[in-house]
């Protein structure tokens, strides 16, 4: 909730989360009385280079901001204070709430484009108002999901670890990223706050400074594993990596003798596979084959395969910016479009941007070994082959039931992700079926006929 | 601050904003009393291709965050639940506090690789510890402010609004993009906490969702210019941009005859230039040449030189994706490196990631016409030629003096952005020259040489 805070509202507000037009509509709204239902979908327009699905998720953040909207007495203020808006309609949205309907794909769900993942139905003003912030929130969190579970299936039986907060776009963006990562499959994540708030597995293991800080480097592996003995894993590539695996094996014993056991080391730098491939027999000659090595720096789908055809003896990565960057897609075409108001459908005809109109849902089949066979996008309400992907999650601005916990919406993801078909769980480009339903292109028709006999 | 919420700690916390291995390296720090004063630095290593320079951002949400550092009460109640501390480290984390120096590049200022833009100098476990969201901050804002600078140099005389916060990641970076691109240059932002909170020029116009709701378009230009008669705009491309154009100009003298004065129109699809051409001559035809062209949709700095070749009748544009995500370079390669501990200089020496060690200063010459002419990174202390760039901005854990305004820094961004060599200015690819002092080269050597020694 926004507060004044040295004379100037806190940025973390969720009422102000908002683009200045949507307040501007909002008074036209109100004037107008135009207060009927309206229907809005948000959709992915098209998918970028090299990706051949999404995976939904960020619905929770949206239950919590549209269970919580209202704007506090400071924002009005605040607003009040722009002279932007007069008395009267301050007063109205000192009483706005979200009180419409929402139908989703679960967290964790594979889509493609044109696919509806989130329906808003609700008063126009209220639909039309938390479009900024419902975008912000799902657009990124399926950002990040999208791109770890390209991860996830690039390195089979690999623990992989967030380790993005640093490189992520703002402290939202870390713990946001850091919960999409672990639905779409990560392991843990090296964010705190994350951790604490969601319940996501913590991991986390040394940095370069505490090597450089101690004048030896077999002195600094030593205070910190008297330090935090628990899953202790040394960092060894500050200075030279086989050198320190060699100044590790000489210590593990007598770590061992104190009743510390060595849990990994990780690299940082240089060619992953070909120090792993070396530390891997230091290690081994040593009689330390239980001791992981955790890699980490620059790391991605394409190295994660790669390492992976290499057989490239790493236990577990750490990845940084790769995830919470999402370097080759950091933004979704994304977009959130009225397609009904008052019971009539609507449609956008902009170049380039049409959509299609009405409420809709998405059917999808499974071929008999029950992988993901093609999808169908259909009028509501029309009955079609398959399983229906938008389910019904809030009515009269309330969750419906309790939403799933984090583990659940994980293996929910998992099994979407076991279910792909064979080229895009192998990341190779392949063209899932979307197919349009016949009347929801008759409908399209006839608003375009309707539209051009009024201009 | 952090507060328990739902029986959750909230994930805006800024001191639990860290990386699990902060903590456990705090802890063997404490353990081992290695509180002596350490300096880091924080750099980029290296530009992303077709980038010829960075500008500083986030200065001033690193004051904040330094200055109100502590763990509250939720906070430390909420690690003790992990069970991964010992209560007399929860006991050192609750007096926990900043008391060290910074140095820095002032927000707005150009700057190249291996340059420190930030030096911390304070006792190493809280040096350490402030690592990840200081890293976390400055290289958000600076993504932004460098992105933004490109968009800002490619058009010059148009007038840049932020329309980003939708496909931001998470709502800090929306916020946070606001105000790094209005450093560096940009007009306004449609983002309302942005606004409130950083006194941001507000801007915006309406979306097709509004027209859509009407089911005449020119009814749906009427209601909006009664209910927002101000700096009004109308958006035209929702079916057919030139004939709405034409209704534009039908209403235009009614609107006048009440006193309303139309402010501009807003494409948002297809080619922008050629509808931007004809809806000009329609504009004008009409005695509408007062009525600015808004463009907005799918801009980024090619396009804006793209249209600016083209002289399109564009005055001002939209940028929403192509800021906030900055998709040519969603993150940068910063590192934040311990350089010097106990008086001693330090030097990691990682395969392709080796720093300059020791406490460094940044020196800038200026030809004759004041462009910039090359830097020089030398060790801190040494007198050289130029003005140096690093300024002493935090002295104790505490602001030296009040921050520059917003509108300050953004004037010195320009005054850099002016000053950068022509080739850079016309976004072209150009070396700018920055040498490493031979004092500096002959340390690292010297450090290299005895650590071999010790090896």
């Given at each position: 909730m926004a507060e004044f805070r040295d004379g100037k509202?806190?940025?973390?507000s969720e009422a102000l989360l908002t683009d200045l037009y949507q307040l501007n509509m909002l008074a036209a709204y109100r004037k107008y009385g135009m207060e009927a239902p309206a229907a809005f979908e948000l959709f992915m327009r098209k998918l970028p280079t090299r990706r051949g699905f999404f995976m939904a998720a960020g619905l929770e953040q949206v239950f919590d901001f549209l269970e919580s909207l209202a704007f506090s007495p400071g924002e009005l203020a605040a607003l009040e204070a722009t002279r932007r808006f007069p008395p009267e309609f301050l007063d109205y949205l000192r009483d706005f709430r979200f009180t419409g309907d929402v139908d989703a794909m679960p967290e964790g769900t594979v889509f493609f484009p044109d696919e509806p993942v989130v329906r808003v139905v609700a008063p126009l003003p209220q639909a039309q108002f938390v479009e900024t912030r419902l975008l912000n929130l799902i657009h990124f969190e399926t950002v990040i999901a999208s791109k770890a579970a390209r991860m996830v299936l690039a390195a089979p039986g690999k623990q992989l670890v967030d380790f993005g907060l640093r490189r992520a776009h703002g402290s939202e963006a870390g713990v946001l990223a850091a919960r999409a990562a672990y639905i779409a499959g990560f392991a843990a994540t090296a964010t705190v706050s994350a951790g604490i708030a969601f319940g996501i597995p913590l991991s986390g293991t040394m940095a370069h400074s505490f090597i450089q800080a101690h004048d030896d480097e077999t002195l600094a592996f030593e205070h910190f594993a008297h330090a935090r003995p628990d899953s202790l894993v040394l960092l060894i590539d500050t200075y030279d990596t086989e050198r320190a695996a060699e100044k590790v094996c000489a210590l593990a014993p007598r770590l061992a003798a104190e009743?510390?056991?060595?849990?990994g080391v990780r690299l940082d730098s240089g060619d992953l596979g070909a120090h792993a491939r070396k530390v891997r027999a230091i290690l081994d000659a040593a009689g330390l084959a239980s001791v992981r090595i955790v890699a980490s720096g620059g790391i991605d789908e394409d190295l994660l395969l790669e390492l992976g055809r290499q057989g490239a003896p790493i236990d577990a990565y750490g990845i940084g910016t790769a995830l919470t960057?999402?370097?080759?897609?950091?933004?979704?075409d994304c977009a959130y479009k009225l397609q009904e108001y008052a019971g009539v459908p609507r449609r956008k005809r902009s170049e380039g941007k049409a959509t299609w109109p009405g409420r809709k849902q998405v059917w999808r089949r499974r071929a008999a070994d029950g992988s993901l066979a093609g999808d169908l996008v259909a009028p509501e309400g029309a009955a079609r082959e398959g399983e229906p992907l938008l389910r019904p999650v809030m009515r009269g601005g309330r969750r419906i039931g309790p939403s799933p916990s984090l583990a659940e919406s994980r293996a929910y993801a998992a099994a979407q992700l076991a279910a792909l078909p064979e080229p895009l769980r192998r990341l190779e480009p392949f063209r899932y079926e979307v197919e349009i339903d016949a009347d929801l292109r008759a409908l399209a028709e006839e608003l375009d006929a309707r539209s051009k006999q009024q201009a």
């Open positions: 509202v806190s940025p973390l009743g510390i056991t060595l849990s960057a999402s370097p080759d897609a950091p933004a979704l």
